[in-house]
């Protein structure tokens, strides 16, 4: 990913598989949070997404495209600044442990999600969530959060 690509042509590029999620008003309320430097919650979730179709084509995992895009934009969908706290953040001193089930309890209760996206969400943290994924999707999205995670803060330096 080049440090020029904007969250425009990442959402032109996801739209096809998650219209109603990026279109969703709450869903869009995370471009209020920061997550890594300069970058949003918002815009994290579209780095991963992006990665995590990277990821997909180079390794051959066949994943179900529309599963991995959905799975990828909620994977952090806990809905506060996790720098700061807020309501949903039961463990403040523990987010990475936490706010997987915090995003998943969301994510089902706005949008209909099926077993996978579920295991995505819940899951990305692996090995801080021990529990290993159960699907090509959610070890697509683990990795992918890594690689976006890594550099954003690389960009944001």
């Known amino acids: 990913m080049s440090s020029d690509l904007t969250d425009k042509s990442i959402e032109e590029e996801l739209m096809p598989y998650a219209a109603h999620i990026l279109r969703d008003r709450t869903f869009?309320?995370?471009k209020a949070y920061v997550q890594h430097g300069r970058f949003s919650v918002y815009s994290h979730e579209l780095h991963?997404?992006?990665?995590?179709?990277?990821?997909?084509?180079?390794?051959?995992?066949?994943?179900?495209?529309?599963?991995?895009?959905?799975?990828?934009?909620?994977?952090?969908?806990?809905?506060?600044?996790?720098?700061?706290g807020?309501?949903?953040?039961?463990h403040p001193k523990l987010h990475g442990f936490f706010h997987p089930g915090t995003a998943l309890k969301n994510a089902?209760?706005?949008?209909?999600?099926?077993d996978r996206?579920?295991?995505?969400?819940?899951?990305?943290?692996?090995?801080l969530t021990v529990i290993p994924p159960a699907c090509r999707e959610a070890w697509a999205v683990t990795?992918?959060?890594?690689?976006?995670?890594?550099?954003?803060k690389?960009?944001?330096a």
């Open 117 to 127: 996206e579920r295991d995505v969400i819940k899951k990305h943290m692996w090995p």
């Open 28 to 30: 869009l309320s995370q």
């Open 154 to 156: 690389t960009v944001a």
């Open 86 to 90: 807020g309501e949903g953040d039961v």
């Open 108 to 114: 089902d209760r706005d949008f209909l999600l099926n």
């Open 143 to 152: 990795i992918a959060d890594k690689m976006a995670t890594m550099w954003e």
């Open 48 to 84: 991963v997404a992006h990665f995590a179709l990277s990821v997909n084509r180079a390794l051959g995992l066949h994943c179900d495209m529309e599963t991995l895009v959905r799975g990828a934009l909620l994977h952090d969908y806990f809905l506060y600044d996790w720098h700061t």
